[in-house]
């Protein structure tokens, strides 16, 4: 059996009925980490000896009897902005290159309670800022997959959450965490080909997650099929007293919701995200999944969210405005990287220049621009005002559908080195993503198909606060019609 090819559900039912151990389905994908990472550079740290011996500790509850956590034995890779106790947590930046926190997250506590096994810490942007997974302090992660034909043309995993993504569709890991502010998880997972799921604002605990802007950062699953996103999440969601935004709602049964019947439900197709210049085969993409959704006895309704080409100009006031303020903690002082100076200024500012990628300085001097006197009501006030009218044209959407379509992204992968010098085109890969980030609904993507050129493209189901189970529900249609079953290039069995 080839185990890094199961689904968790599959490996959930393996485990229980000892096909294979947690040792054995563990140590396949170790071994699979130790052939491929330096390749891939998916993984930032890998834990080969820690997870093998969660992996022992996993066989030792398993044998015990029926009652072992969901995820006992499942190996997992961790996206590195999740704080995990004792293990090195960097945020992809020199800032953090040798911080190692002293607790664990809680979305990674409440995934370690429930039996799961960290194989290592994922690469990502420099703390989770970029759409490429090139602003990393550790390397860029490569896609997995490659273009027909051409063996040689490095791509990108999408960002920020690639090396997540990457990992999942190699098979170096079942499943992996992810977080998106405004398309990190969903993005990537549409460039690699698996699915992902950004949970309502508010559904996960951001305690002990580094943040980037806090009014919409969320954490959630990324795995090769709907069902292991929603075991994921069904495990990751939860209040937390320790996150004062974090909503005491029960977390309903992710996990039935998925292959739900759809009669009878109401899927809207927003105009606005027909955007001038989408390539034909991601429209084309888009219609068959409304036509999926349409056998499947959706009534398929058009809707209007006009003020959604604000989204993303407003999300890059309102993102690097958080993140300045966010980030003006690392100052050489408390913790992390310092560079000695022979003022408290020149400390400050010798930490700074040097812990701090291009990216990130970048963001910090528009967000710190924005929040300015003289420009604060002109740009940050004017920006969350805007916001505010976003979100309405959710609620107002949602008033008649029960869901939304759209495509993920405006292209498949593309090549490394690409839109490298242009950072505004690199902000337009989130266009379909930032609208439901600055909405704080839950969204997914969901493989549809292939592109002519063999790279997957993604399809997004955006759902009401606090229903991923009608997201769930969708997306596993879209998988059941789309018999995504393509595999990347580059993955454990082939090397
Ligand atoms: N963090 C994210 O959701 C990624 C987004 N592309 C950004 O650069 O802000």
């Known amino acids: ?143 997995p997959w490659k273009r027909a034909g051409d063996e040689e043309t490095v791509l990108v995993p999408g960002g920020s959450s690639g090396g997540s993504a990457a990992a999942v569709a190699a098979r170096l890991a079942m499943g992996a965490t992810g977080t998106d502010t405004g398309g990190s998880i969903r993005q990537p997972a549409s460039y690699c080909g698996i699915a992902g799921i950004k949970p309502t604002y508010g559904r996960c605990s951001r305690w002990g997650t580094i943040a980037f802007a806090s009014s919409l950062d969320q954490a959630g699953p990324m795995a090769r099929t709907v069902e292991d996103c929603a075991i994921l999440l069904q495990s990751m969601a939860g209040f937390d007293v320790r996150d004062s935004t974090s909503v005491d709602i029960a977390v309903p049964d992710y996990r039935a919701a998925c292959g739900r019947s759809l009669k009878g439900m109401k899927v809207g197709i927003p105009a606005e995200y027909r955007v001038a210049g989408m390539p034909a085969e991601v429209e084309a993409a888009w219609e068959q999944g409304i036509a999926w959704l349409r056998d499947a006895g959706c009534e398929i309704v058009e809707v209007s969210l006009p003020y959604t080409k604000y989204g993303l100009a407003t999300y890059y006031i309102v993102a690097p405005a958080e993140c300045s303020s966010n980030l003006a903690r690392y100052d050489g002082v408390r913790f992390g990287r310092r560079v000695p100076g022979e003022s408290l200024d020149a400390l400050y500012e010798a930490t700074r220049r040097e812990g701090f990628g291009a990216e990130v300085r970048r963001r910090i001097l528009m967000g710190t621009y924005v929040l ?48 490298m010098d242009d950072p505004v085109q690199m902000y337009l890969n989130d266009v379909f993503t930032v609208p439901a980030s600055m909405a704080g609904v839950p969204a997914m993507s969901v493989p549809a198909g292939l592109s002519a050129s ?36 580059v993955r454990a069995e082939v090397v």
Not at 473 to 481: C, F, M, V
């Open 1 to 143: 059996m080839m185990l890094t090819e199961l689904t968790i559900a599959g490996a959930q039912g393996g485990l229980r009925r000892r096909e294979f151990s947690a040792t054995e389905l563990v140590g396949a994908h170790v071994a699979a980490i130790e052939r491929l990472n330096g390749r891939l550079n998916a993984f930032i740290t890998v834990t080969s000896d820690l997870a093998l011996d969660a992996a022992r500790r996993a066989d030792a509850i398993l044998a015990g009897g029926e009652d072992a956590p969901a995820l006992t034995g499942i190996p997992l890779g961790i996206k590195d902005l999740f704080c995990t106790d004792g293990v090195r947590t960097t945020a992809a930046s020199r800032m953090l290159e040798a911080f190692v926190p002293p607790y664990e997250s809680t979305v990674t506590a409440n995934l370690l309670a429930d039996g799961a096994v960290f194989v290592g810490k994922t690469n990502l942007d420099e703390f989770a800022m970029g759409s490429a997974n090139i602003t990393s302090a550790f390397g860029s992660v490569e896609n």
């Open 454 to 489: 063999g790279l997957p493209l993604g399809l997004q189901v955006i759902g009401r606060s606090f229903d991923e189970e009608s997201v769930f529900a969708a997306a596993s249609a879209l998988e059941r019609a789309a018999g995504f079953t393509h595999r990347p290039a």
């Open 372 to 419: 300015s006197a003289g420009y604060y009501d002109a740009y940050y006030l004017r920006a969350q005002k805007v916001r505010n009218l976003i979100r309405k044209d959710f609620e107002n959407a949602f008033r008649t559908v029960d869901v939304l379509l759209t495509p993920t992204a405006p292209s498949p992968a593309f090549a490394q080195g690409e839109k």
